[in-house]
Structures are given as C-alpha cells and as structure tokens.
C-alpha cells in the first residue's frame, strides 16, 4: 500500500519574511487579515530588521517594516555603484612613462617594452611605448529592483558563518525554521526511525555565487584579490544538502540534490515523495537556498533580455520614476522577471510516523510531474512538456477528488512576469481547464510579491499555498491593474485581487503547482489539502486510530505555537553544530545483518534477500 507523503513541518525566509508561523503568507495578503492576525507578523519582522526590540507597534513601524519587505530597490548591493572596469591603452604622449610598484606586485610575465630598476623594495617601471591597462569604474545598473529578504536581516549573525556564501545562511536559517516548526525535536524522531530512512534532498539551481563562492573565487585574479581554500568546495550546487547533513541533522540516510532550473525545488519534491511512498524514508527534509541577486549573475539574464529594466518598467507606466514594488506583473503588461532570494524547506514524513508521534499536518504531496519539451529551436524557449505536467497534475486531482473535486482546486502559476511566459502559460492552463470542464480556474502568481527565486521558486509557491489553508485568503496578483490582451483566459479566473477561499481555505482541496524551467525543465506538483489529507487518513486508518492521534497531537500543536510566538520576540534555536559528535572508524560495528553507529540509538538493517528471486 502506497504511503502518503505529509507535510508535518516548513520553514525558510523570503522577501516577505519568515515561513514558519505562516509569517511570509500573512506579509503578502497584510491588507486583509485584521490587526490581531498581524500583530505577531509585524512583530516578527521588528525583530529581524533591527527596527524594534519591544513589543510595541506603531503605524511608523509597520509602514518601514512594508518598505523593507516584498519586492523593492535592491539592497544586497549598490545599484548606482557597481564595479566596472574597462580596456584601455594609456601613452604619455612621450617616448616613455614611469611609475613604480613593490617588488611582490611584478607581473611574472615582464613586458618586452618594460624596463625595470630595483629601488630597495620597490621598482621603478619605465615603459616605452603604449600600457595596456584596466580602468576602474562605478557604474549604475539598469535594473534596481529585487526580492531580497527582509531590509536590514543577516542570517549569518545568528550562529557562527564565518565565510559562509550568502546561500549557504540562508540555507542553515531556513533549514533550522522548518525542524523548529515541528514541534518535536530531531533527537526524538530518530529515535522512532533506523538512522537510514532521512533522506535530504536540497540545493541550489545556479549554485553558490556571491563573493565567498564561486563569483569571487573567478574574479580574484582579475581584481588583485586570492582564491581561498573554501571557495571552490562551497560553491557546489548540493552543498545545502550537504550543510543541513553535516552540520545541521547528523544524517547517514539518502542525500542530493536534482537540478531542473527553475523547476528544481519541485524536482527535490519529487525525490523525497518517491522515497516515502516507496518505504525508502520515513522522514524527508526538502528544500532549495538561492542567492542570486549578484549583479554579475543578474547581467547574464540581462543581456538575455529576461529582466525587467528600469527604463521598460517606466515606460509600462509612461511615468519618470520606476516603481520598483510592481516590477514584477505576471499575466498583464510586463517586461521582464525579478530577480529574488530565497530559502525554503518542507518535512516530509511517512503517514503511519506522523500519526504515531502526532505531528502538526499541513497538507500532503499526491505527487509531482516532471517532462522534458523534446526537440528545440532555442533551448530557453517553452515548449510541449509542461503541458504534459500539468495535465497529468489536473488528472490526478480528478482522480483522487472526482469529477466535482477537481473543480475545488487552484493554480500557483509560474508566473514569471516575462511576456513570452504570459502567452505561453497561460495557455497551457488554459487548454487543460477546458479539457477538464474547469470554468474560472483560479490563477495566481506569487512572484508579484516575491520576486523569482530561481530554484526555490516553487517552495514559495507551496509555502504560500500552505497559508491559504490557514487563514483563507488566496493572494491576488496585486501587482498588475489588468490582463494583457494575449492572455488566454477563456476558462481561467486569474486573480488581480485577494480570493477569499472560505474558513481555513475549505473551498479548495488541492493546489497546482506549476513550474518552467529554462532548458526545458517542466514540473507540477499536486499538493492536497489539510481536510483532505486527514479525511483520506481517516478512511485509511479508522476513526479509532485517528482520535488517538488527536489526543497526541494537542501537546504538540501547543509546543509549535509557543515556539512560533518565541521566534516572534527573537529567540529562536539555529541549528549548527560543527565539529560535534563526529563519528570515526571506531563509531562502527557490525554483523551480516545489521550495522550500528554510536551516535544513533537504532541500528541499520542491511539486506539479507534476493528482490531479483524470480529472475534465480
């Protein structure tokens, strides 16, 4: 019997905050909640800006704590002051020039029109002739606007990150937001599990980029700068896998990352529900870390024509000054995506496991769809394969849900504010909506407020989804004032404003997570919803065994909100033990049937049968 893979635990941070808690979700639809929902929320946000140590909220405080979330001026570097250096050849207008240099900054390769005299220890340089050199310049980038995470927020204050790429903070902050958010803690999990059924399954689509990684390790020769020791092994694109194993969870259990763009946290999804259902895990820690907002990395999207450049954004709105808020418009008038950050991670856990310790459940993964687009003319261009994603997507929510079910889902869109994505989406949706006798299919797009996270863009779909299923309110593309004229729309329902999906969002069974990815990189997942998970629970485990589970879960759900309203005022627990409880060669014994490790209480079953019996 397949197991069902639930959602018992989230966390990470976004630009609109914290997962955990539903704190980023609140932050996005803020304008509909009441005063009561939000005061944690804004509390929160206090803590983590530097804005405010009490408890006290102000109308000043909430309007700067709105400025410095969602989408917004870049603020991980200096738009108006980016390095630039360019080519030049310098001539005196003489014969020769002179200047003069320490001994230690010779080039090894002496120019033949150099001639050198040693000046104790330094050396005066005369050149006959041109020098070729490079000029250093400031230069103002022509996009300002991104989704960094909250204004004035370092995640690698909170333990010891000493060169840690910006990715990898991100990583060991929201890695720790999502174990906090069980409720239970880790060492009480493996004590119900062998230590082999965790698997990990996170990373990073473009890898670790910024100037402790891989960005400054290939730009120290060109700028006079050293290549560290760290930089090339923390540049790996599965070293949040690596870092949450290592350092965070002590894990021997499955681990990895799959790469699919910006598909991949829907392709680490996949993974870690495979592994559930398959009985390979009991427990799955999910989840993608992306930093991207590096100007260098930007520039190789810019020339690209995929970002939205300030003049085009001023332009849309036929104004002089760029609104950098509504810089990204899913599905209307646009010109490019956003660049964003992002951390976000999700426990998955065996259904019989999590009704045993009585675990929080917030939703399950029914299952997610990958396909390739075939043969290409460009290899960014969209192609056939996400029509198949999300066609098979719709078909198993009709499936599980029936034919009247299906129409109690929604969509979290790609949506990436490109006008090539507006066409093509929504026409995929759009067809499978018809196909599926789907009227008004609602559509939204949380990169209006978020930005794209590249690899983790789809966790902040699904972290958004989560919340909907909390306090009921879908968000809308706030961002946009209309639908572009060649947006297919016939049986869609794309929602420039916030839905309400009734208590707890019961209107909805499931959502569509849908996600393209540039080389042809297509994945949808379906994720069903609290009520529903626990009505299919109900009929798979009786209503004995589920009252048991209620009673377990009440202590627990008390614990998550304590330790939720805890991280409000500040004090949370981040998870990093280096150099802790190492195991060796001496941590191991064993026997033809089994292995133990000292640091774990349960032992490892080796296989002792033939799976191939019948081929014997």
């Given at each position: 019997?397949?197991?069902?893979?639930?959602i018992?635990g989230?966390?990470?941070?976004?630009a609109a905050?914290?997962s955990?808690?539903?704190?980023?979700?609140k932050?996005?639809?803020?304008?509909?909640l009441?005063?009561?929902?939000?005061?944690?929320?804004?509390?929160?946000?206090a803590r983590?800006?530097?804005?405010?140590?009490d408890?006290k909220l102000t109308?000043?405080?909430?309007?700067?704590?709105?400025?410095?979330?969602?989408?917004?001026?870049?603020?991980?570097?200096?738009?108006?002051n980016i390095l630039h250096?360019?080519?030049?050849?310098i001539?005196?207008?003489?014969d020769?020039m002179?200047?003069?240099?320490?001994?230690?900054?010779l080039?090894?390769?002496?120019p033949?029109?150099?001639?050198?005299?040693?000046?104790g220890?330094?050396v005066?340089?005369?050149?006959?002739?041109d020098l070729?050199?490079?000029?250093?310049d400031?230069t103002?980038?022509?996009?300002?606007?991104?989704?960094?995470?909250?204004?004035g927020?370092?995640?690698?204050?909170?333990?010891n990150?000493?060169f840690h790429p910006r990715?990898?903070?991100?990583?060991?902050?929201?890695a720790?937001?999502?174990?906090?958010s069980?409720g239970v803690?880790?060492?009480?999990?493996?004590?119900?599990?062998?230590?082999?059924?965790?698997?990990?399954?996170a990373?990073?689509?473009l890898g670790?980029?910024?100037?402790?990684?891989?960005?400054?390790?290939i730009?120290a020769?060109?700028?006079g700068s050293?290549?560290?020791s760290k930089?090339?092994?923390?540049?790996?694109a599965?070293?949040?896998?690596?870092?949450?194993?290592?350092y965070m969870?002590n894990?021997?259990?499955?681990?990895?990352?799959n790469?699919g763009?910006c598909?991949?946290?829907l392709?680490n999804?996949?993974?870690g529900?495979y592994d559930?259902?398959?009985?390979k895990?009991k427990?799955?820690?999910?989840g993608?870390?992306?930093?991207?907002?590096?100007?260098e990395?930007?520039e190789?999207?810019r020339v690209?024509?995929?970002?939205?450049e300030?003049e085009?954004?001023?332009?849309?709105?036929?104004s002089?000054?760029?609104d950098n808020?509504?810089?990204?418009?899913?599905?209307s008038?646009?010109a490019g995506?956003?660049m964003?950050e992002?951390?976000?991670f999700?426990v998955?856990?065996d259904?019989?496991?999590a009704?045993?310790?009585g675990?929080?459940?917030?939703?399950?993964?029914?299952?997610v769809f990958?396909?390739a687009?075939?043969?290409?003319?460009?290899i960014?261009a969209?192609?056939?394969g996400?029509?198949?994603t999300?066609a098979?997507?719709?078909?198993?929510?009709?499936?599980i849900l029936?034919?009247q079910?299906?129409?109690q889902?929604y969509?979290?869109?790609?949506?990436?504010g490109?006008?090539?994505?507006?066409?093509?989406?929504?026409?995929?949706?759009n067809?499978?909506?018809k196909?599926f006798?789907?009227?008004?299919?609602?559509?939204?797009a949380?990169?209006s407020?978020?930005?794209?996270?590249?690899?983790?863009?789809?966790?902040?779909?699904?972290?958004a989804?989560?919340?909907?299923?909390?306090?009921?309110?879908?968000?809308?593309?706030?961002?946009?004032?209309?639908i572009?004229?060649?947006?297919?729309q016939s049986n869609l329902?794309?929602l420039i404003?916030?839905?309400?999906?009734?208590?707890?969002?019961e209107?909805y069974k499931?959502?569509?997570l849908?996600a393209?990815?540039f080389?042809?990189?297509?994945?949808t997942?379906?994720?069903l919803?609290?009520?529903?998970?626990t009505?299919?629970?109900?009929k798979?485990?009786?209503?004995?065994?589920?009252a048991?589970?209620?009673?377990?879960?009440?202590?627990?759900?008390?614990t998550?909100?304590?330790?939720d309203?805890?991280?409000c005022q500040?004090?949370e627990?981040i998870?990093?033990d280096f150099g802790?409880?190492?195991m060796?060669?001496t941590?191991i014994?064993?026997?033809?049937?089994?292995?133990?490790?000292s640091a774990f209480g349960?032992?490892?079953l080796?296989?002792?049968?033939?799976?191939?019996?019948?081929y014997?």
């Amino acid at each position: 019997m397949t197991k069902l893979p639930l959602i018992v635990g989230f966390g990470g941070i976004n630009a609109a905050g914290r997962s955990s808690g539903f704190h980023s979700y609140k932050r996005m639809v803020s304008d509909v909640l009441s005063a009561d929902d939000m005061v944690s929320t804004w509390q929160d946000l206090a803590r983590r800006m530097g804005l405010s140590q009490d408890a006290k909220l102000t109308d000043e405080l909430i309007e700067a704590i709105k400025a410095g979330t969602l989408i917004r001026r870049i603020d991980s570097f200096d738009p108006d002051n980016i390095l630039h250096q360019y080519k030049a050849t310098i001539n005196s207008g003489s014969d020769t020039m002179t200047f003069t240099v320490r001994k230690s900054k010779l080039p090894t390769k002496i120019p033949e029109n150099w001639s050198l005299e040693t000046q104790g220890s330094k050396v005066k340089i005369t050149v006959t002739g041109d020098l070729a050199a490079l000029l250093e310049d400031r230069t103002s980038y022509p996009v300002t606007s991104g989704g960094n995470i909250p204004a004035g927020f370092d995640p690698g204050s909170l333990y010891n990150s000493r060169f840690h790429p910006r990715g990898l903070k991100l990583t060991v902050y929201g890695a720790s937001d999502a174990l906090n958010s069980m409720g239970v803690d880790w060492q009480e999990i493996l004590k119900h599990i062998q230590p082999d059924e965790v698997s990990v399954y996170a990373g990073s689509a473009l890898g670790q980029i910024d100037d402790q990684s891989l960005s400054g390790m290939i730009a120290a020769p060109l700028i006079g700068s050293r290549v560290s020791s760290k930089m090339m092994a923390l540049s790996f694109a599965e070293m949040p896998a690596d870092f949450i194993n290592g350092y965070m969870i002590n894990s021997v259990g499955t681990t990895g990352t799959n790469m699919g763009a910006c598909a991949t946290f829907l392709y680490n999804l996949r993974q870690g529900m495979y592994d559930i259902q398959h009985g390979k895990s009991k427990v799955v820690i999910v989840g993608n870390a992306e930093a991207p907002v590096v100007a260098e990395v930007m520039e190789g999207f810019r020339v690209m024509g995929a970002l939205a450049e300030d003049e085009q954004i001023k332009a849309l709105d036929q104004s002089d000054v760029v609104d950098n808020r509504r810089a990204c418009r899913p599905f209307s008038s646009n010109a490019g995506f956003t660049m964003a950050e992002s951390s976000q991670f999700v426990v998955l856990m065996d259904d019989e496991l999590a009704l045993s310790l009585g675990m929080n459940i917030y939703g399950s993964v029914a299952d997610v769809f990958v396909n390739a687009d075939g043969n290409k003319k460009s290899i960014s261009a969209p192609g056939v394969g996400n029509y198949v994603t999300v066609a098979k997507a719709t078909a198993l929510a009709k499936a599980i849900l029936g034919e009247q079910g299906v129409k109690q889902t929604y969509v979290q869109a790609h949506g990436t504010g490109t006008p090539q994505n507006r066409v093509t989406e929504s026409h995929i949706l759009n067809e499978v909506a018809k196909t599926f006798d789907i009227d008004q299919w609602p559509v939204t797009a949380v990169k209006s407020y978020l930005g794209h996270s590249m690899g983790a863009a789809a966790g902040d779909q699904l972290i958004a989804s989560l919340g909907v299923w909390q306090y009921g309110w879908v968000p809308g593309i706030t961002s946009i004032d209309h639908i572009a004229d060649d947006v297919h729309q016939s049986n869609l329902n794309i929602l420039i404003d916030h839905k309400y999906a009734g208590e707890k969002g019961e209107d909805y069974k499931a959502v569509i997570l849908n996600a393209k990815g540039f080389g042809g990189n297509n994945a949808t997942g379906l994720v069903l919803s609290p009520a529903q998970t626990t009505e299919m629970l109900v009929k798979k485990y009786g209503a004995e065994v589920f009252a048991q589970y209620q009673a377990k879960n009440l202590p627990i759900s008390q614990t998550v909100v304590q330790q939720d309203q805890a991280a409000c005022q500040g004090v949370e627990n981040i998870r990093y033990d280096f150099g802790d409880n190492v195991m060796d060669e001496t941590s191991i014994t064993m026997t033809p049937e089994s292995m133990n490790l000292s640091a774990f209480g349960q032992e490892i079953l080796l296989p002792t049968e033939n799976p191939y019996s019948d081929y014997a």
